[in-house]
């Protein structure tokens, strides 16, 4: 089966730039996670959605960030204009309501250069 | 104070050592309790959940000590496989869903 696939992979872009990220998750997964990865402060949740609705957005730093799920496949996450201190690796997670809940899929994940 | 703190190490064994990482978390509602893993350059992946009685998984022992809202990994005849980053992994309750909250990870490097 599949894994939560992401897009690209990596992405190097200059400063004031439009960066979109790109999430399918794992088929069936009613939840969908992005995460943002940096030596400093670890793992960070952005925002997450259920049934592609987004429930808790707090963790996105700043109204640069902006994030969708236009249906049960595909999300992404935006960043309008991008900063060199955007840099980091973001993840995309799923995961399937019910016992498992709390059991993430992980991404491979965005590796993201602003220069 | 970090809601999930752990020791970023990186703690280097031998072969065959045992080692053990320790996490403590700030939130004593927080019910569950994870080790997830991560390999360089790749995903967390979820190694074990932390249950109150303890649990094991093969050379992977887990605790939880809810009165000092403190959670430990021990990791038992260290193979070369086993380097990799250790990320404890505790809820944030409160609404229907609860958030899971990751800390920094521990960095294990098992050496020949």
């Known amino acids: 089966d599949a894994g939560v696939i992401q897009s690209p992979r990596h992405e190097v872009t200059e400063m004031g730039q439009e960066v979109t990220l790109r999430c399918k998750p794992i088929?069936?997964?009613?939840?969908l996670f992005w995460y943002r990865q940096t030596m400093m402060r670890g793992l960070e949740l952005l925002i997450y959605?259920?049934?592609?609705?987004?429930?808790?957005d707090s963790g996105m730093p700043e109204d640069r960030f902006s994030a969708k799920m236009p249906n049960a496949s595909f999300s992404t996450l935006k960043i309008q204009p991008s900063e060199p201190r955007d840099s980091a690796v973001y993840f995309c997670?799923?995961?399937?309501?019910?016992?498992?809940?709390?059991?993430?899929?992980f991404g491979p994940g965005t590796r993201l250069l602003v220069l | 104070r970090k809601e999930v703190e752990q020791d970023p190490g990186p703690f280097n064994v031998p072969e065959g050592a045992t080692v053990a990482f320790n996490c403590t978390y700030s939130?004593?509602?927080?019910?569950?309790f994870f080790w997830y893993r991560q390999d360089c350059r790749k995903e967390p992946k979820l190694l074990m959940s932390v249950y109150s009685s303890g649990n094991e998984d093969g050379r992977f022992t887990a605790q939880l000590n809810r009165a000092s809202q403190y959670i430990s990994l021990l990791i038992r005849d260290s193979k070369l496989s086993d380097s990799a980053t250790y990320l404890c992994v505790v809820n944030t309750p409160g609404g229907s869903f609860q958030k899971l909250v990751f800390g920094t990870g521990t960095r294990l490097l098992v050496s020949p």
């Open positions: 997670a799923s995961s399937l309501a019910g016992k498992n809940l709390e059991t993430q899929y």
């Open positions: 959605f259920n049934n592609n609705v987004p429930i808790d």
């Open positions: 939130n004593s509602a927080s019910q569950s």
């Open positions: 088929s069936g997964h009613d939840y």
